[in-house]
């Protein structure tokens, strides 16, 4: 006579449901997609750290880290691309998260969010609602956070800095290495295309000649080094201070000049003033100028 299986597998599912609901409630598997554009804000909202780290939070307020879909002079760079060319769509409400590839590193924590909140931004970018478009950053939880680990997820509980401090405002900050390694600003310093989308995009390129160019030249420092001297959030050069790149790129990019001038006598009686001018440009960065 066959068994009866069932109370057998009435039990293995019951077992099942019991162990697999909390690991979808609470595990890290859990999607918990961000429903609407205020809630993207509010998440990844800096404020919250200025109180304490005002020195910081100032240097990072003018950076470009602090507007990265504004371009230059504050415009919404986004525009252009949503009306016209492969990413554009007819009206706001058909975007999705699709026709933002540019999200990748201008916005990462987009990709958390449903495509109803990609659509939401595309209707501010299409009525060019400055103020919303500005309080989209690359804070600091996308750095200290979502950013700071390769291996494994970051855990949403916790930050990451250069050393473990585990009484701090409820989220206690993990040791993370990549912090101080190129590696780190790589990410979305960019390499090349990036082909992982239907409309693959290229722009910034910068860390591909840092890492082949500048260290097979013998360059020994790091993105940080150069560029966050003293944990200095500022990430200079600022375009937008026209004046202050100026002056940085001229101690970048020193101009030697020699010159050696003469008369060379083509025939009788015939003079022709020459000038020999040797120059020579030292590229002191750690990668290409300009980028982009
Ligand atoms: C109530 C005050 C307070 C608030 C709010 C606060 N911090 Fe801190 N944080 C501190 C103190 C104090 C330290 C330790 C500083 C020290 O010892 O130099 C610290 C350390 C850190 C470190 C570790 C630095 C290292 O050595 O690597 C990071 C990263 C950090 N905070 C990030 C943040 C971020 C991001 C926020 C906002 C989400 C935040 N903090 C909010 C007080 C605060
Ligand atoms: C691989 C990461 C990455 C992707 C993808 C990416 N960007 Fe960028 N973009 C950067 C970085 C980093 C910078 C700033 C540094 C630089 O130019 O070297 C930048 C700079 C810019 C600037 C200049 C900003 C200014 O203040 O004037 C514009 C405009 C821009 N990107 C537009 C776009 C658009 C549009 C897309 C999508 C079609 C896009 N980017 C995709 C990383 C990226
Ligand atoms: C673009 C990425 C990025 C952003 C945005 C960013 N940080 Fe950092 N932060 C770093 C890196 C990288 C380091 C470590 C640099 C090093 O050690 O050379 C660091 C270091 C720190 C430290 C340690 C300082 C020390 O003296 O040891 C604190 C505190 C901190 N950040 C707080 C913040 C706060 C608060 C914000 C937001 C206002 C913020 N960071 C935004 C990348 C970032
Ligand atoms: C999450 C992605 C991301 C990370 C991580 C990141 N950056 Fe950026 N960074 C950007 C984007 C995007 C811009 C351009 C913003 C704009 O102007 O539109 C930018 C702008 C800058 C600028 C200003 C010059 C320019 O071309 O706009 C500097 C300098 C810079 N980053 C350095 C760094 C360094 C150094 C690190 C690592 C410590 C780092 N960044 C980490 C995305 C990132
Ligand atoms: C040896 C020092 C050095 C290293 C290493 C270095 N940089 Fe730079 N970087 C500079 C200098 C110098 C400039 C010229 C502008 C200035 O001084 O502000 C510059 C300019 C930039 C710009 C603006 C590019 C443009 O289009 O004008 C970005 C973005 C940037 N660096 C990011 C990075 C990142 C990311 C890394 C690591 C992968 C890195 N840098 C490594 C020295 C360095």
Redesign the pocket.
């Known amino acids: 006579m066959p068994k009866k299986r069932g109370p057998f597998y009435l039990v293995l599912s019951t077992a099942l449901f019991i162990l697999l609901v909390p690991l979808y409630l609470f595990g890290e598997g859990r999607k918990e997609e961000i429903g609407s554009l205020k809630e993207l804000i509010d998440r990844y909202d800096s404020t919250r750290c200025r109180e304490c780290h005002g020195e910081i939070y100032a240097q990072w307020e003018k ?3 602090a ?5 230059m002079d504050g415009w919404i760079f986004m525009s252009k691309y949503l009306k016209e060319g492969v990413l554009s769509v007819k009206s706001p409400q058909q975007a999705t998260k699709a026709n933002f590839p540019c999200a990748k ?2 916005l ?1 924590q987009l990709f958390q969010a449903s495509d109803a909140v990609a659509a939401e931004l595309a209707a501010a970018v299409f009525r060019d609602d400055k103020k919303t478009v500005s309080r989209l950053n ?1 804070g600091c939880r ?2 200290h956070q979502d ?1 700071a680990v390769v291996h494994g997820r970051p855990e949403k509980s916790a930050l990451y800095g250069n050393r473990a401090i585990k009484d701090h405002e409820g989220l206690p900050v993990k040791k993370s290495p990549l912090l101080k390694d190129p590696l ?2 790589g ?3 960019g390499l090349g295309p990036n082909l992982e989308f239907e409309n693959p995009v290229q722009c ?1 390129t910068l860390y591909g000649s840092y890492l082949h160019a500048y260290l097979p030249g013998g360059g020994s420092q790091t ?2 080094d150069c ?2 001297p003293g944990r200095d959030h500022s ?5 937008n201070d026209r004046a202050g790149t100026s002056a940085r790129l001229r101690q970048a990019l020193p101009l030697e000049v020699e010159t050696l001038g003469y008369v060379f006598q083509l025939e009788e009686g015939k003079h022709q003033p020459l000038a020999v001018v040797k120059t020579r440009i030292t590229n002191k960065a750690g990668h290409r100028i300009p ?2």
Do not use: E, V
Request: net charge positive; aromatic share 6%.
């Open positions: 950076s470009h880290h507007r990265p879909l504004m371009g590193c201008h990462p690359i996308i750095c950013r780190f600003c990410q979305c310093h910034a993105c940080q560029h966050m990430s200079l050069p600022n375009f980028d982009g």
